[in-house]
T-cell receptor, first 116, second 111 residues
C-alpha cells in the first residue's frame, strides 16, 4: 500500500517551545491529510483536516493558534505545536487519502511528543 | 457516520482463527465498513474494507451480513504479531472524509 512518512518519531521539548511534525505521502499525492491525537489508553481523536493550498479545518475544542497546520504541497503537511505545555504531551498521527474516491487512508507511524 | 460497537477485548490462541465482530446496525446504503488495526505505539494499519460483499485479501477476510448490520473480521491464522487494537469504522463513500475511531477491540494472541 501507499506510504505515509511522519517525522520525527519521538521528540522531547521544553515547556514553552514549539515543535514541528512533518507528514509526507511518499508515493502518492494527497490533497487532504488528517491530524489525530491519541492520549494513553484512548482512541485516536481527529484534530484537524489539512487541505493543500487552503486553510486547515479544526475540530471543535482544538486551538488553531496553538496547533498550526501547513499543507504547502500535495505530499507534505506539517503540524506545529506552539508554546508547548506538558498537557500537550501525546501521540500525534497523520493520515492521507489518495484522490477523492472511496480509497483507504494510510497513516504515518506517529510522533510521540513529550513536553517537560 | 454510523456508530459501531465492538467488544473491548478478545483473546485468541496462536495459529487459530481470530474472529472479531462489529455491530453497525444504523449503517446506511452508501457506507462502507473499514477495518484498521493499531499495534502499540504505531500508526493505524489498513486491513480491509467492503460494502456488502464478503472480501478477502492477504491479511484477512471480511464477512458482512446480508442486512449489513454487522460484520466479522477474520484473521485465519493468528500470530503473536497480530496482537493489536482492531478498529471497525463505517464511513460514506465518494469523499475524502476523515475516519472516526471508536474504542476498538484489543486482540491478544496467546502463545
Amino acid at each position: 500500500g501507499a506510504v505515509v512518512s511522519q517525522h520525527p518519531s519521538r521528540v522531547i521539548c521544553k515547556s514553552g517551545t514549539s515543535v514541528k511534525i512533518e507528514c509526507r505521502s511518499l508515493d502518492f499525492q494527497a490533497t487532504t491529510m488528517f491530524w489525530y491525537r491519541q492520549f494513553p489508553k484512548q482512541s485516536l481523536m481527529l484534530m484537524a483536516t489539512s487541505n493543500e493550498g487552503s486553510k486547515a479545518t479544526y475540530e471543535q475544542g482544538v486551538e488553531k493558534d496553538k496547533f498550526l497546520i501547513n499543507h504547502a504541497s500535495l505530499t507534505l503537511s506539517t503540524l506545529t505545536v506552539t508554546s508547548a505545555h506538558p498537557e500537550d504531551s501525546s501521540f500525534y498521527i497523520c493520515s492521507a487519502r489518495e484522490g477523492r474516491g472511496n480509497t483507504e487512508a494510510f497513516f504515518g507511524q506517529g510522533t510521540r511528543l513529550t513536553v517537560v | 457516520d454510523a456508530k459501531t460497537t465492538q467488544p473491548p477485548s478478545m483473546d485468541c490462541a496462536e495459529g487459530r482463527a481470530a474472529n472479531l465482530p462489529c455491530n453497525h446496525s444504523t449503517i446506511s446504503g452508501n457506507e462502507y465498513v473499514y477495518w484498521y488495526r493499531q499495534i502499540h505505539s504505531q500508526g493505524p494499519q489498513y486491513i480491509i474494507h467492503g460494502l456488502k460483499n464478503n472480501e478477502t485479501n492477504e491479511m484477512a477476510s471480511l464477512i458482512i451480513t446480508e442486512d449489513r448490520k454487522s460484520s466479522t473480521l477474520i484473521l485465519p491464522h493468528a500470530t503473536l504479531r497480530d496482537t493489536a487494537v482492531y478498529y471497525c469504522i463505517v464511513t460514506p463513500s465518494g469523499s475524502a472524509r476523515q475516519l472516526t475511531f471508536g474504542s476498538g477491540t484489543q486482540l491478544t494472541v496467546l502463545p
